[in-house]
Structures are given as structure tokens and as C-alpha cells.
């Protein structure tokens, strides 16, 4: 279910966040503005579709906006709260966890705040992994390093072991969980196990993605950091692929589904002349394959730079994929497919080639946050507690179109965003890397000679 498909048809849709109560205790939050429960922003974000929706009486989709409210649902002196960080690494997770524990602690005087370590493993006394305290001090400066200093782990767990640690060990009424698809859909069977109990725990997510793919979501935490550290590493394979003849300089980034950080990346370091992502297949042979369109760029250029997803290509591959413990589907190696697809083209064609591959996947999702993305860690933590301590639960905190929202969970996993090949965004990429060129019939033997690294 996306964006279309809501406006589309929006009486279909619930778009209210779920709440365990009614909120009756005065908020001791001071010096910020509380926010109307009534207050929400518009999923039509055009004039057109909103006028189109009134002409068929349709109710406008809207999301409720986040913020903190005038009353509370939880009493701060008697709130017990749990903090767990699930799957891969992603810039940005130490500035979540310090903003939630500060927020909760100076904003609302909550004292029992817990880590859960190594993900939904630390919910399961199997593992013996025993929850931490944090406070202000023990967070104090995590947001200088990469990583979580809660730990992560990929995998399910029963929902019931689970929510009995939740309930029963630790007492517990609000869990954070951040992460992406795989550990929101874990919040999901959570909440599913806590209604069948009647519990009353909220269960409030922030979306962590660096692959950008979350469905009604503007950006996720670390997508701008991976953007910045990739377009640096793409320009370092520039300079290589222009000190040698017939240089190609070929980067793997992250995108398992969606192509953003290969998209971004592209455009950020404008050296790029391929960006091949999972939205576009990719056709090796052929008078308009990838084969051809670098004999056109080696007909004018004595080097190129290609930026890869993980999960572009796919179906060049024959095996079958497979799974990892969290759900997600592991893509084969696009990047060394390619090398030695490359090579040997090239060799068979008697051409020259020289080849630098660089896979820096797991570099630039382990750094800190940088200063874009440190303040927006932090108004998703500073949101999340608001909706929390107000009873929310089942919900993400969002963005969408700059304004913070509290989208229910069941529409963030349900679709993975990916770029539309349409777009203002990806027009840019073809603009900027002219790759819609080198992949047609155009002849580039008109084009100016070889020149020096210096000029391009």
C-alpha cells in the first residue's frame, strides 16, 4: 500500500495512530509549544489531488503530526522504559539512543531507562544477555563513535518470550525499537502479542535504514551520512581509474531493493558515469548493453567510474537466493560479476581494461553520524518519547515532505520505496553522468580527444 494507492482510495485506509488510552496527566514539559491531537499534515501534498479528493467527497489522508502533548497517558515518576537497536550497523544509532535517554530524563524525569543488548536476542533469557541502566552520563558521548553501544543482532524471537520479558523481568511500559523492515516487522508481532494480552505497553519505532527504501518516509537516519562518505570514496575511483589507460573505477554500494545511496552518491561526487541500480535492469550484451556503452566512453575518455547497488542485476545470476535471519533476501555479488563479466569482454574483444573495485559497504555504515543527520537522530528520538509518554504505540516516527508524523507501523512495511525512473531525481542522474548517451547508438567519435585526468 503507497502513496498511490492511499490517494487513490482513501476511505480504505486508517491512517490514525493507535493509542492505548485516554491521556490524562499533565505534560511537565516546559518551553515548547504542545501539539493539537487534531493536528495533522496532508498525505496530498498537491493542489490538484486535493481538489480531486473534495470533488468525490473523498476524506483527505493525513497523518497525525508529532510533537508533545498537553496530557500523558504515562505518569513519568512510574515509567519504565526499553531501548533496543536490531540489524545492521547505520550511522546515527548512538545519536538515537543518547537523544531518547536525554529526552526522557530532562524533559519528563524518567529515571528506569534500559538497553537491551545484541537486539530482540536481549528479550530472550536464553542468551543470558542482561538488560544495562542508561542515563545522561552513560550516553554522554557515544554519538562520537560508529555502531550502537547496545550491540545488534539480525533474527526473530518469539514474540511471547519476548513480551514476557518486557512485562514480567524488566516491567516495562514503552519500547523503543530502532531498525528497519526486518526489525519492525519483529515490533509488529510484538504488539500483536502484547493485544492478545491486553498489556499495556507502547511500542514506538524509529526507522533505520541506510538504504532510504521506507514506505511514507521522506529520509531515514544515516542515508546522508552514507550519501557523503560514498560520493568521497566514488571520487577516490575516479582519480584511480585516471592514472591508468583505459581506467574503470567500479564501486559497490549499499541498496538491496532501492538505488538511493547509489543515485545520490552519483549525483554528490559528479564523477560518475554509470550508476546502475535495482530499479533498471541491467543488459550486458548487445548495441545497448553495459559492454557497449563503455567501448563509446572509451572512444573519446581514457577512463570511466561506475556506481553499482548491491542489489542491482540480479537476474544475472542463475543460483537461487536466499534469506538471512531477518528476513531480508541476500543478493549475489553484482560487483564482482561485473569485474569479471568486464574482463572478459574485453580481453575477447582484444581492448585494453584496468579494473579498480571498491566494495566500501561496510565502512561507511560503521562511521558516526555527521552534523545533518546527528540533528535529525535527535528529532526522531525527541519525537518518539512525545508520542510515547502520550500512549502512542504501533507507530514510526516519520518524516514526510519536512514534517514530523506519527505513521502507523503497518504502512511502513508494507512496500519498500524505490526511485521512480521517472523522476526529477533520476533525470538528474542521467544528466550528470550522461550514461543515457553512452548506452544508445550515439557515436562519440566526433567527441574531443583523450584528455589529461585533470580535465574531467
Not at 68 to 81: H, I, S
Not at 148 to 159: A, M, V, Y
Not at 377 to 389: G, K, P, T
Not at 411 to 416: A, K, L, M, P, T
Request: with cysteine.
Amino acid at each position: 500500500m503507497n502513496l498511490i494507492e492511499i490517494l487513490a482510495n482513501p476511505k480504505k485506509y486508517d491512517l490514525n495512530a493507535p493509542s492505548l488510552g485516554q491521556p490524562k496527566i499533565d505534560s511537565p514539559v516546559k518551553g515548547q509549544s504542545f501539539v493539537d491531537e487534531n493536528s495533522r499534515v496532508s498525505l496530498a501534498t498537491e493542489l490538484a489531488q486535493i481538489e480531486a479528493l473534495k470533488r468525490k467527497k473523498e476524506p483527505i489522508p493525513s497523518l497525525e503530526i508529532a510533537g508533545p502533548r498537553k496530557k500523558l497517558f504515562y505518569d513519568p515518576a512510574q515509567t519504565r522504559v526499553a531501548i533496543v537497536t536490531c540489524g545492521g550497523l547505520c550511522p546515527g544509532l548512538n545519536n538515537v539512543i543518547k537523544g531518547l535517554v536525554e529526552v526522557l530524563t530532562y524533559d519528563y524525569g524518567v529515571r528506569m531507562i534500559f538497553g537491551i543488548r545484541y537486539g530482540y536476542r536481549g528479550l530472550n533469557p536464553h542468551y543470558g544477555l542482561s538488560a544495562i541502566r542508561l542515563t545522561p552520563d552513560r550516553v554522554d558521548n557515544i554519538h562520537e563513535e560508529g555502531g550502537t553501544i547496545l550491540g545488534s543482532s539480525r533474527g526473530d524471537q518469539d514474540p511471547k518470550i519476548m513480551v514476557d520479558t518486557l512485562s514480567m523481568q524488566l516491567n516495562v511500559n514503552i519500547l523503543f525499537c530502532i531498525g528497519g523492515d526486518g526489525t519492525l516487522r519483529g515490533a509488529q508481532d510484538i504488539v500483536k502479542e502484547i493485544s492478545k494480552r491486553k498489556d499495556r505497553i507502547s511500542v514506538v519505532c524509529i526507522p533505520k535504514t541506510i538504504d532510504n527504501d521506507l514506505n511514507l518516509m521522506d529520509r531515514t537516519f544515516g542515508f546522508e551520512t552514507c550519501v557523503q562518505s560514498a560520493s568521497e570514496i566514488i571520487k577516490t575511483a575516479h582519480v584511480e581509474a585516471n592514472g591508468i589507460p583505459n581506467g574503470l573505477g567500479l564501486v559497490k554500494v549499499m541498496g538491496r531493493d532501492s538505488g538511493f545511496i547509489a543515485a545520490y552518491a552519483s549525483l554528490a561526487s559528479s564523477v560518475t558515469n554509470f550508476c546502475l541500480i535495482p530499479e533498471i535492469p541491467i543488459v550486458l550484451d548487445g548495441p545497448k548493453g553495459l559492454f557497449k556503452a563503455l567501448e563509446r566512453r572509451y572512444s573519446s575518455k581514457n577512463h570511466a567510474v561506475m556506481v553499482v547497488a548491491e542489489g542491482a542485476g540480479q537476474d544475472l545470476f542463475k543460483a537461487a537466493a536466499v534469506k538471512d535471519a531477518s528476513g531480508n533476501v541476500l543478493k549475489h555479488d553484482i560487483g564482482h560479476l561485473l569485474m569479471d563479466k568486464i574482463y572478459a569482454h574485453f580481453k575477447k574483444s582484444g581492448k585494453e581494461i584496468s579494473i579498480k573495485y571498491i566494495d566500501p559497504s561496510y565502512i561507511i555504515r560503521s562511521i558516526p553520524a555527521n552534523s545533518s543527520d546527528a540533528i535529525f537522530c535527535f528529532q526522531l528520538a525527541e519525537n518518539a518519547v512525545h508520542a510515547a509518554m502520550a500512549g502512542k504505540t504501533e507507530i514510526v516516527i516519520g518524516s514526510f515532505k519536512g514534517v514530523f508524523s506519527l505513521v502507523p507501523l503497518t504502512y511502513v512495511v508494507s512496500e519498500r520505496k524505490k526511485i521512480d525512473t521517472e523522476s526529477a531525481l533520476w533525470h538528474a542522474v542521467v544528466g550528470s553522468t550522461r550514461q543515457n548517451d553512452y548506452f544508445s547508438d550515439k557515436s562519440f567519435e566526433n567527441e574531443l580527444p583523450n584528455h589529461s585526468a585533470a580535465e574531467d
